[in-house]
């Protein structure tokens, strides 16, 4: 290396990840991750899990907890190929995320050696953008480039560094190196005329409906919504598999989640001839179904953040803008009217969700989620991975208060428990409780060793019935009257071993005396609680699913 006056670009760079907050490095390490790893700042703060779909799921809670930027690094090929579905659903749960990837020494890149990395396509789409600086002085300014695309991108953006990159001569100071201040539009004026389109697309419906979404969750959004809501006396729905809640769904005018089933969608809505979705899509639909969307006569629109999200919604008005100032502006536009044409909210959990098993009757996830619900605090994190269960989740354990509920928007395994882990690192004064089904929890079950080693307090709940249950109940609803699925269960598999090996305290329980007892000694002490917990809760499968 030729001798040098001026900072290298590893120098350069930890300076610019101080300016701009990225003091919090989630990796699992490689060999081309090294040169930079070697010797770390003490004001940089590594975190270690031991799967790259850990490691990114971590930092997916922590910069959703955080609402800023975290930092990820992966290693090379094998890593960023093991973290793709966790960046897939960091994308579609517009988390932030600052992703360096390792790639082979510069110098003899053209020869493809040992662990090089076609790197550049290898996460598909998802990535908001992917840079490959053209020389080691482009590194800083590209990391920098990568946070501003994170910020407004909400999502993640990929910066490859070779590996000798760190040790060059940063050369001098270039404009293009310094921190970029992103300037969004908070606010939305009250002359604004989409506002005024919006409101008067309200007043002109004799039963108009609210849906919300995960791109509504937030106190001034909530506020806002709920202002709208009020003035309007129209229910509020919760979009289909939504990952955030976009309402206080306490209120007494939440109407409760929407289906993602066509025709169940359309009984749903009818009667309501206009529906504004507030940070959702429009209408986001699971197992396909013949049929339109809503009824004839029902019209649509969408406010939404996402500009992806406006450009596919199939709706007659959609308007790009900051959900919770374009609301408050369409609020205080819109034609107050009585409360009492208003239906009603939705129903109350059924008395036998309520109820505890009878003497010799398996727990069920309900009887769980109940006992759950009577002990948490409003403002507790719920992450949810339980999807054969999710319905009764959303009843029983409703969201109190913004990142009350969070979930994996892309729907693939694998997200819960990392992410649990991560909010409770950017969050250590919320509760946090991951409610999490067996086979969900395999998918990542090496974040338990993290939320151990960094003190994250979460109380892993897991739903163990010994089978991927909700593939059981698809394959007995499709084809031709029902099939007969071909994969085993598995009820010889321990999360609680497994939890404990990971260095995760872990109880099993299997009755409800057990249950009540554990939750007990446990919920009233989670918002300071350090170290994390796993109650391997054996219930029986449930026995029908309808997303």
């Known amino acids: 290396m030729p001798d040098q006056t001026g900072p290298t670009v590893r120098e350069r760079t930890l300076d610019l990840m101080r300016e701009l907050g990225l003091t919090t490095l989630f990796a699992n390490p ?33 910069a959703l907890a955080r609402e800023r930027p975290a930092l990820v690094q992966l ?11 966790a960046l897939a659903t960091a994308r579609v749960n517009r988390a932030p995320l600052v992703v360096l990837v390792g790639q082979q020494d510069r110098r003899h890149l053209a020869q493809e050696p ?56 940063a050369g001098p100071d270039r ?26 697309f309200l007043d002109a419906a004799t039963d108009p409906a609210l849906v919300v979404g995960a791109g509504a969750d937030g ?19 919760q979009e289909s598999f939504g990952a955030r809640a976009g309402f206080p769904q ?78 408050a502006v369409v609020a205080t536009l819109v034609r107050g009217r009585s409360r009492a044409g208003a239906r009603a909210a939705a129903p109350a959990a059924a008395s036998e969700e309520s109820a505890p098993p009878e003497p010799g009757e398996p727990l069920r996830a309900a009887h769980v989620l109940r006992e759950l619900a009577r002990r948490i605090t409003p403002d507790t994190v719920v992450v949810e991975e339980t999807p ?13 208060a913004p990142l009350g509920f969070l979930s994996a928007a892309m729907g693939g395994l694998g997200f819960a428990l990392p992410a649990a882990t991560g909010v ?49 109940r698809l394959a007995e609803n499709g084809g031709s009257g029902g099939g007969k699925p071909p994969w085993p269960a598995f009820p010889e598999v321990s999360l609680a071993a497994l939890a404990s090996g990971l260095g995760c305290p872990a109880v099993r329980v299997r009755t409800h005396a057990e249950l009540c007892r554990v939750l007990e000694e446990t919920v009233p002490g989670l918002a300071e609680r350090e170290e994390p917990l796993v109650l391997d809760v054996t219930v029986a499968p449930d026995p029908a699913f309808q997303p």
Not at 388 to 400: D, E, G, K
């Open 219 to 237: 106190a001034p959004a909530w506020r806002a919504l709920v202002t709208l809501a009020e003035r309007l006396g129209t229910p509020v729905y």
């Open 30 to 62: 490689g060999s081309t991750e090294v040169p930079f790893l070697v010797d770390l700042p003490d004001d940089i703060d590594f975190v270690l899990a031991l799967h790259e779909g850990s490691v990114v799921g971590m930092a997916t809670g922590w």
């Open 114 to 169: 040992f662990l090089a990395g076609r790197l550049e396509g290898l996460a598909g789409d998802y990535p908001v953008a992917v840079h490959r600086p053209v020389r080691a002085q482009d590194v800083p300014g590209a990391i920098v480039r990568a946070h501003h695309q994170a910020v407004h991108g909400s999502g993640p953006v990929l910066v490859v560094v070779c590996m000798d990159d760190w040790e060059r001569p």
């Open 388 to 400: 054969s269960s999710r319905p009764q989740l959303h009843r029983l354990l409703p969201a109190r």
């Open 250 to 327: 306490d209120h007494p005018l939440f109407a409760g989640h929407l289906p993602a089933e066509r025709s169940r969608l359309r009984r749903a809505l009818r009667g309501h001839d206009a529906v504004l979705a507030v940070g959702a899509p429009v209408l986001r639909q699971y197992v396909y179904a013949d049929g339109p969307l809503v009824d004839p006569g029902t019209r649509l629109a969408m406010v939404s953040q996402d500009p992806e999200e406006v450009h596919r919604g199939p709706v007659e008005l959609a308007v790009l803008a900051p959900v919770a100032s374009f609301t």
């Open 424 to 472: 409770r690192m950017a969050a250590p004064k919320r509760p946090v409780v991951a409610v999490v089904g067996d086979g969900s929890a395999l998918y990542q079950v090496q974040a338990l060793w993290s939320a151990a080693r960094y003190r994250a307090g979460v109380l892993f709940v897991v739903l163990s019935n010994g089978r991927y249950a909700v593939m059981d």
């Open 175 to 200: 404009s293009g190196d310094a921190p970029v201040r992103v300037a969004r539009p908070a606010h939305v004026a009250a002359d604004d005329p989409a506002a005024a389109e919006v409101a008067a």
């Open 75 to 85: 290693h090379t090929t094998a890593g960023l190929g093991n973290a793709v579905g």
